[in-house]
């Protein structure tokens, strides 16, 4: 499993950016997919989740840490095996390395991490 993230930077607060993950090494549309973040000092915490695309009851619900609610949104594109997260009016305190994340068969697989820096 091989998961790559990119779409970071430096943007000014109230400004947008897209981050993207590459996966390769699984069949993509059965996992759930989650961004995190890991600001200096701090635990790494949840920002998003995507279910799978399998076509259960759950398929492709998504979930928010109430930090990002409504400026965040994640999706995927199975055809691409790609996640993104859509960062909208970004403020201070989003600044932080994101990671995409999987679990399969109850390991956790990781990026290695896109920088995101809000500042003026």
């Known amino acids: 499993v091989h998961l790559v993230e990119s779409g970071g930077g430096l943007v000014q607060p109230g400004g947008s950016l897209r981050l993207s993950c590459a996966t390769s090494?699984?069949?993509?549309?059965?996992?759930?997919m989650s961004w995190y973040r890991q600001a200096p000092g701090k635990e790494r915490e949840l920002v998003a989740t995507m279910a799978s695309a399998d076509g259960s009851g759950m398929t492709n619900m998504t979930q928010y840490a109430d930090s990002v609610k409504g400026r965040f949104s994640i999706s995927r594109d199975n055809a691409k095996n790609t996640v993104y997260l859509q960062m909208n009016s970004l403020k201070p305190e989003d600044t932080a390395v994101y990671y995409c994340?999987?679990?399969?068969?109850?390991?956790?697989?990781w990026g290695q991490g896109t920088q995101v820096t809000v500042s003026s």
């Open positions: 994340n999987i679990v399969r068969g109850g390991i956790p697989y």
């Open positions: 090494g699984l069949y993509f549309r059965n996992y759930a």
